[in-house]
């Protein structure tokens, strides 16, 4: 499928001069091969706020993927600042404040014209006195706020809340503050490509790992996230997915978002089991010769993951083959969609069980081969968060996907495993090629970045979560949706 909003800049030009409500969508900034240790070389990391260890992890993390970092923080420790400048990054003037510092540290840190994405990191302070606290953080938000609106295309803006605001009716204002902020800030970057996120950290390393992918290439369909960075059991968070030799299941895979997966996963090293119906046959066998012909490990099954039969297929030929599994995308998924009046039995079990009971099938016949540690993905929708007409048995099926996730992540964390949902919102493939045209562009105006996403968001997507990156997320949903304006 091709992203068909990459126009010749000439073309793009003229139609921006047309007098019609024409939006024309900013081409987003996607990564490309295998994830690097270095994703943000080309960009810029601007943070507010550097005195204590968590700011300290942050800056480090960005630093160390190849941003250029710039620190606007006139209080900053000296110490910790100090290490970061060491490196290479550099001090904003004493006197830089917000909103003025951020623009002007933006526009120092590189030459006129610059029109390198920012990453604008802002951790979300508790100033002393309770009483003030509130509007001392607020203001701070519309402060950056001014300044995230006037970055270059394909920026981020990253409102870190750290563990200082838990516990206390203050914290959890300022919290549910910066939430909301962030809700309507993610919709009005998003025409230039740039996103909002919120990232709540119990667990420094694990957030710093998450900044840097959220800041990266393989974020850029992401936007308005809401995330918790937690200590995983299975060890501290990496910089890069570190899939090389990990056994992977991806079901439904022989096309479309799941192909995409499988051969992302590939690329990273994984050795991927795709598994999709005899039917497609065919699509799968394309699918393996293409990963390895790119010097990658794949291997079919033919199996229905909604049958008991199926799933011990499944589990069989893995076994077999290579012993045990590192990590399950539980992909495959179909639409039967009817109003009410018309859905019959048969459309709505179909759905539900191809769709959510399969992953509980599947999941349990791979239990005695499944390695410590492993994480599992489960592929929603955003129609599951906000429904759709003529989708009731679609969106039931993938409402119950998101507290499936919820569930395994409670159940499997003492062992170090990790569960988490993706939510796509419309994604060229082939079962929105069945979408009527006019459904199609609503979806795109629906979206902050004005623009459907690709296979590749997703499978990018997949890989951080089902890798080392993501050692600290688990038990959430994920949209990948470019920032729908309803749902979550
Ligand atoms: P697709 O129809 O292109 O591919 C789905 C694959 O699943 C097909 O190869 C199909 O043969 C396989 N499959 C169906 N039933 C199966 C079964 N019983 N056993 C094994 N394999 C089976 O769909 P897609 O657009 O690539 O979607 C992939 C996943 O992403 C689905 O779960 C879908 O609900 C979800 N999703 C897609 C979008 C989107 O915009 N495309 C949006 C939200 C969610």
């Known amino acids: 499928m091709q992203d068909d909003w990459s126009l010749n800049p000439n073309v793009r030009k003229l139609l921006q001069r047309v007098p019609l409500p024409i939006s024309l969508p900013t081409p987003l900034r996607r990564g490309q091969g295998r994830t690097a240790v270095t994703e943000l070389v080309g960009t810029r990391a601007v943070l507010t706020h550097v005195r204590d260890a968590l700011d300290l ?12 970092v710039t620190i606007v923080d006139a209080a900053g ?18 006197t830089a404040d917000l909103p003025g510092g ?20 802002h951790r979300v302070t508790r100033p002393h006195g309770s009483d003030v606290a509130v509007n001392d953080a607020t203001d701070a938000l519309l402060a950056v706020g001014h300044a995230a609106a006037s970055l270059p295309p394909n920026s981020r803006l990253l409102l870190v809340l750290g563990m200082e605001l838990r516990g206390d009716a203050t914290g959890a204002l300022i919290t549910a503050a910066t939430q909301g902020f962030a809700r309507s800030a993610f919709k009005e970057l998003g025409k230039t490509g740039s996103a909002c996120h919120v990232i709540r950290v119990e667990d420094a390393q694990a957030a710093a790992a998450l900044a840097t992918f959220l800041a990266g290439p393989r974020a850029a369909f992401l936007n308005g996230l809401d995330l918790l960075a937690q200590k995983s059991l299975a060890g501290d968070a990496a910089p890069t997915p570190e899939l090389d030799g990990k056994v992977v299941l991806v079901t439904g895979a022989a096309r479309g978002i799941g192909a995409a997966i499988a051969e992302r996963l590939a690329l990273e090293g994984a050795h991927v089991w795709i598994n999709d119906i005899a039917q497609s046959q065919a699509a799968a066998a394309d699918t393996v010769a293409q990963i390895r012909a790119r010097g990658g490990q794949a291997e ?16 069989d030929a893995i076994r077999q083959g290579a012993g045990h599994v590192d990590g399950v995308i539980h992909n495959a998924g179909i639409t039967r969609d009817r109003t009410l009046r018309k859905m019959s039995v048969a459309q709505w079990r179909q759905v539900l069980q191809v769709n959510f009971g399969a992953m509980h099938l599947v999941q349990t016949a791979l239990a005695p081969i499944l390695q410590p540690g492993a994480s599992m993905v489960l592929m929603s929708s955003v129609m ?15 409402s119950a996907v998101i507290e499936l996730a919820r569930q395994w992540a409670c159940e499997g964390f003492a062992r170090g495993l990790r569960a988490n949902a993706i939510a796509p919102g419309f994604i060229l493939t082939d079962m929105t090629a069945q979408m009527p045209v006019i459904n199609r562009e609503m979806a795109k105006q629906l979206t902050a970045m004005l623009q459907p996403g690709l296979p590749l968001d997703v499978a990018d997507l997949a890989c951080f979560l089902v890798g080392a990156q993501s050692r600290g997320v688990t038990g959430q949903v994920l949209r990948c949706d470019g920032g729908m304006a309803f749902g979550a």
Do not use: C, E
């Not at 992890?57 to 250029?68: D, N, T």
């Not at 599951?384 to 993938?398: D, L, W």
């Open 77 to 94: 420790d000296t110490t910790l600042t100090g290490r970061v400048v060491d490196a290479g990054g550099q001090l904003a003037p004493a």
């Open 57 to 68: 992890a942050l800056a480090q993390a960005v630093q160390h993927a190849g941003a250029a």
């Open 102 to 121: 951020v623009l002007s540290a933006i526009a120092a840190s590189g030459a006129t014209g610059d029109r390198r994405p920012v990453t604008l990191i």
């Open 384 to 398: 599951g968060i906000s429904g759709n007409f003529g989708q009731t048995n679609y969106s039931a099926s993938k």
């Open 300 to 315: 079919f099954i033919a199996a229905d993951v909604g049958t008991l039969s199926g799933a011990q297929a499944i589990a």
